[in-house]
């Protein structure tokens, strides 16, 4: 069962460009691509903790800041030579507002 | 049994048919005849000769050794008289009779001259032949010279006396030059190029009366009543196919002698070629042609087939500094669509004339390195359909196959301008190689190709690769990234020519391979289009690296740096203490006095970022762009205000560079310093660009580095008051953000165009230098101003998180 939360307007977050979610475990990214989706991921580069949230978006992935790895927001995972995985929680966008699933609260929890 | 074989004119078409004819070793008795008195010589390169840039002797295509060794009988200064068609018998001037068993005409043409009154003064002549020329060599400079025709030949005539130092006028009579292969605006832009050499044009003018004194020519008279005067006076106005002995000896001819696709006249045994036939109801002015009449001629005469088609013709002036291409039919039309492309400040104009995605005109003036590749375009026919949005830009624009560089450079004529700056021809560059030159450098040591503004080292290269083949291996012109495969250089022409003005713009007319680019080529464009359109465009800041999108450096724990601007060094007790209150209210773990001159706050959170900016505005202060690809800080010393050493005042300098520079964004860091005099305290010596006070004013140089690569400025200018010194340090920063590439600091940007550029553009050319200087200062309309008090009055919301889920139960 999913419970959606209402968590902002999708105008507050930048086109290619995020917006971050304080939760009781580190923050959230919420990432607004292009072409309007959104994917929710963990801000934290498997790579040294970068905030992916202040990368440059591009298609469907971002750049971390700090030393460039990429990463895609569907799946999570490096992009190219580099390893690594990121959380993602899954998100949606309804009637101009940005939804995410309740149940990550309660997996990051767990995580 | 050997044949005899008879030529009537030794001119630019017998020749090569000829040179066609021995090669093969066919069986024939050669006689040629000439009525001029010299051999074959290559009748349009006498422009060259008479603009002094070559000798007679440079032009000969065959000299007395040639014609003994292939034993050919000349028989030069002779003209033939008559034709015996039945007795197969020439007569010579003298009265020879030589018998032939083939007859070949190359009379060529004979110059139009306008029946005006006087047209028969001494000192009236035509521009056909070495006669012509040597009468043109003579006049000498301060003479008064008037060339009727705005063709072709009148335009090299003119040219080439204009180079000579005499007073020429062309009188033309419609509206604009070349008007047979120009159209208006390259008709313009031509006689502007003309006019500058110093040549007086004047178009839509009816000549009414050749006037003369003592026999003499003394002046042209115009029907409006206009006296030219002149001491010659040239008519280069047409060219009538020269028919009269193939008349006489009963041949068909219209307007010119009438050939098959074979070359052969109405008589099976007499051929023609040149400019006197007339074939498929056209006559022929160009050699291009008739090289392949030539040719043709030659199998028919070895009894080989071969047939004669009209292809398409291109037509270029030979006038050093007017570069011009024509080709094909441009005609406006209801079927016809224009592709127009201009750019008036480097003088350049193209017009692409298409037909059911066909082109079947192109004009161009002033770049026309891409010429063959257009005339290839009409020549084949090919469709365009796939190209068209670049396709005025030139073959390397087009993508995919079609786009082979090296087969475009291959293609080029030797003439081909590769070097706009110094005028180097491919040839030029082909003779260098040949000559031992085998890599860039060599190149531009030894022919100034790609030396000066450096954007045709790509075609430099080229030309090498194509000329050396595997030897050389060209350095893979990188391009930006992923994304394309365009280099810096050619995005960077595509955003200014096409005019560019958004990023979806750039991708799409660029092909972009990725839906909105990467964290690459995203900051460079965002960065080209805002130094190219400051007014247009809108800077993108999610194309921009978190330092400049949140106008602070980000640390290794996701953190961030404060820099406030400290103008030139210097503080005050206010500004230190509040940046002591800020320091303490936002729980900074790091005061440290940076190399810079100011003070950095280290360890910020974002979210704290809007208000700790709010607080140090209050205190009067700016952010200090410590995070940007722009000024960062000018460094000063203490100068005449304290130093004992001092020359000037060398902080106020600082300042004043510093406040009239902040904000502007520039393709790498720009960093400087002033020093009050050569002991240069404020290390000025290792910045972009450094100023050495000096006692008679202020030395500025360029083109530090002290960071990965440690390098000594070089001297750019010295100028005696403050206001040159920002001027010029404005110029240099705005030729810098429009010419260099991203992320090239002003060393790497000068070794590639070099300290002699960039003094020429800033500090030689005064006018450049105001514009460039214009130009920044409308770029800094909007830039010079504090991203800080912006973001802290407009956008602190967004410094903080968008949603805190942090009470929520987590079940
Ligand atoms: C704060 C400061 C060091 C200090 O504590 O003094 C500093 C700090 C950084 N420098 Fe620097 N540079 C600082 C003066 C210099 C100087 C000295 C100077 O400006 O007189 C140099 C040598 C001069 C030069 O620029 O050539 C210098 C050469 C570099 C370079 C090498 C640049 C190059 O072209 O070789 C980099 C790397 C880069 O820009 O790509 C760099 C990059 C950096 C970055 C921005 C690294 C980064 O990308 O995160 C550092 C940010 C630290 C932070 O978290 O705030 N920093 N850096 C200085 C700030 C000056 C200011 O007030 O704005
Ligand atoms: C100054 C100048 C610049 C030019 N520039 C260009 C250019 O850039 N590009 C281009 O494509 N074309 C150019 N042309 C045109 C080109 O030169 C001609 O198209 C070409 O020379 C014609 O060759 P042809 O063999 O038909 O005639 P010609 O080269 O004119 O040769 C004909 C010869 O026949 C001789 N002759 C005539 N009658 C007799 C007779 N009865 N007996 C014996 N001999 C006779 C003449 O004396 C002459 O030497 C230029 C022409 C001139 C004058
Ligand atoms: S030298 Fe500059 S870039 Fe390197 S650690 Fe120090 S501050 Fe950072
Ligand atoms: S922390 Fe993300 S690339 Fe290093």
Not at chain 2, 128 to 148: A, F, S, W, Y
Not at chain 2, 149 to 166: F, I, K, S
Not at chain 2, 357 to 363: E, P, S, T, Y
């Amino acid at each position: 069962m999913s419970d959606w939360i209402d968590i902002t307007a999708l105008d507050a977050i930048p086109q290619r460009g995020a917006r971050l979610v304080k939760t009781a475990h580190g923050c959230v990214a919420v990432f607004r691509t292009g072409a309007d989706e959104v994917y929710a991921l963990d801000n934290a580069c498997p790579h040294k903790n970068g905030p992916l949230a202040e990368g440059i978006v591009h298609g469907a992935a971002v750049t971390c800041p700090l030393h460039n790895w990429v990463i895609s927001l569907e799946t999570g995972e490096v992009q190219g030579n580099d390893e690594g995985q990121v959380a993602t929680y899954p998100a949606k966008v309804e009637d101009g507002r940005v939804l995410l699933d309740a149940s990550f609260l309660t997996r990051r929890a767990v995580a | 049994m050997t044949q005899n074989l008879i030529i009537i004119g030794a001119g630019m078409a017998t020749g090569r048919a000829l040179e066609h004819l021995l090669d093969a070793d066919a069986d024939y008795n050669v006689t040629l005849f000439n009525a001029e008195p010299r051999g074959n010589y290559n009748r349009i390169m006498l422009s060259p000769v008479l603009a002094g840039d070559k000798t007679y002797e440079e032009i000969v295509t065959h000299d007395a050794d040639w014609y003994a060794a292939n034993g050919v009988t000349c028989r030069f200064g002779e003209r033939i008289a008559a034709i015996d068609r039945a007795a197969k018998t020439v007569t010579a001037e003298n009265g020879d009779v030589l018998p032939y068993d083939k007859l070949m005409f190359g009379t060529g043409s004979n110059p139009f001259m306008i029946p005006l009154p006087g047209h028969d003064l001494e000192g009236v002549i035509a521009y056909r032949d070495l006669e012509d020329t040597q009468r043109m060599m003579d006049l000498g400079p301060d003479h008064q010279c008037v060339v009727i025709g705005g063709g072709l030949l009148g335009l090299e005539a003119a040219a080439g006396m204009a180079a000579r130092g005499v007073d020429v006028t062309v009188v033309h009579i419609m509206g604009h030059l070349m008007e047979r292969q120009l159209d208006e605006a390259a008709g313009y832009l031509l006689r502007k190029a003309l006019v500058d050499k110093g040549i007086t044009v004047k178009c839509s003018a009816n000549s009414k009366e050749i006037l003369g004194q003592d026999g003499h020519v003394r002046a042209l008279l115009l029907d409006d009543g206009t006296e030219l005067p002149c001491d010659l006076l040239v008519m280069a106005v047409g060219i009538r196919p020269n028919v009269a002995l193939a008349q006489e000896a009963g041949l068909a001819v219209g307007k010119g002698i009438h050939v098959d696709d074979q070359m052969v006249t109405s008589d099976a045994d007499i051929l023609a070629v040149g400019e006197c036939v007339e074939h498929d109801g056209a006559i022929f002015g160009l050699v291009a042609p008739l090289y392949d009449q030539a040719k043709v001629a030659a199998a028919t005469l070895m009894k080989e087939p071969a047939q004669f088609v009209q292809k398409e013709l291109s037509t270029k002036l030979k006038v050093t500094g007017c570069d011009l291409f024509s080709a094909g039919d441009f005609a406006e039309g209801d079927d016809r669509e224009d592709i127009v492309f201009r750019d008036p400040a480097r003088g350049v104009y193209r017009r692409l004339v298409i037909e059911n995605n066909v082109i079947v005109g192109a004009v161009m003036y002033g770049d026309t390195a891409d010429s063959n590749w257009f005339f290839g375009l009409i020549r084949d026919k090919t469709d365009i359909a796939d190209m068209r949005d670049t396709l005025i830009f030139g073959p390397a624009y087009q993508g995919g196959s079609a786009a082979d560089p090296l087969l475009a450079v291959a293609a080029l004529p030797r003439d081909a301008e590769i070097c706009g700056c110094n005028g180097i021809c491919k040839g030029q560059i082909e003779d260098a190689i040949a000559a031992g030159a085998t890599d860039l450098a060599a190149i531009k040591a030894t022919t100034k190709a790609s030396a000066s503004c450096g954007t045709c080292t790509g075609l430099v290269e080229q030309v090498l690769a194509v000329t050396l083949g595997d030897d050389f291996v060209i350095p893979a012109a990188a391009s930006i990234c992923g994304c394309t495969d365009m280099t810096h250089e050619d995005v960077r022409r595509m955003i200014k020519s096409q005019e560019l003005k958004s990023m979806p713009a750039v991708w799409q007319a660029c092909g972009w391979k990725t839906s909105c680019g990467c964290h690459v080529c995203r900051p460079a464009l965002n960065f080209y289009l805002l130094a190219d359109w400051p007014l247009e465009y809108t800077d993108d800041p999610q194309s921009r690296f978190i330092n400049e999108r949140k106008h602070a450096n980000i640390q290794k724990d996701g953190t961030f740096s404060v820099v406030p601007r400290m103008w030139g060094g210097i503080t005050t007790p206010n500004e230190l203490r509040a940046i002591a209150d800020a320091a303490d209210k936002f729980a900074v773990p790091t005061v440290k006095v940076t190399g810079g001159q100011r003070i950095d706050l280290l360890g910020v959170k974002g979210e704290d970022l809007p208000a700790i900016w709010k607080d140090l505005n209050d205190a009067g202060m700016v952010s200090g762009h410590a995070y940007s690809k722009g000024l960062r800080t000018v460094k000063t010393c203490v100068g005449t205000d304290h130093c004992r050493f001092g020359t000037q005042d060398s902080t106020g300098l600082g300042i004043k560079l510093e406040k009239t520079l902040w904000g502007s964004w520039t393709p790498h860091k720009l960093k400087l310093a002033v020093s009050g005099c050569p002991r240069n305290c404020a290390e000025a010596t290792c910045k972009d660009i450094g100023v050495i006070c000096v006692d008679s004013g202020y030395q500025i140089s360029i083109g530090g580095a002290a960071g990965m690569d440690v390098r000594e400025t070089d001297l750019i200018a010295q100028v005696p008051t403050e206001a040159e010194v920002i001027d010029i340090i404005k110029a240099i920063t705005q030729s810098y953000r429009e010419n260099a590439k991203y992320l090239d600091r002003i060393y790497k940007w000068m070794g590639k165009v070099g300290l002699d550029w960039i003094r020429e553009q800033t500090v030689d050319d005064l006018d450049n230098r105001a514009a460039l200087v214009a130009r920044f200062e409308v770029s800094q309309s909007i830039y010079r101003a504090d991203p800080w008090a912006q973001h802290a009055t407009q956008k602190a919301e967004s410094y903080q998180p968008v949603a805190n889920l942090s009470m929520e139960a987590a079940e």
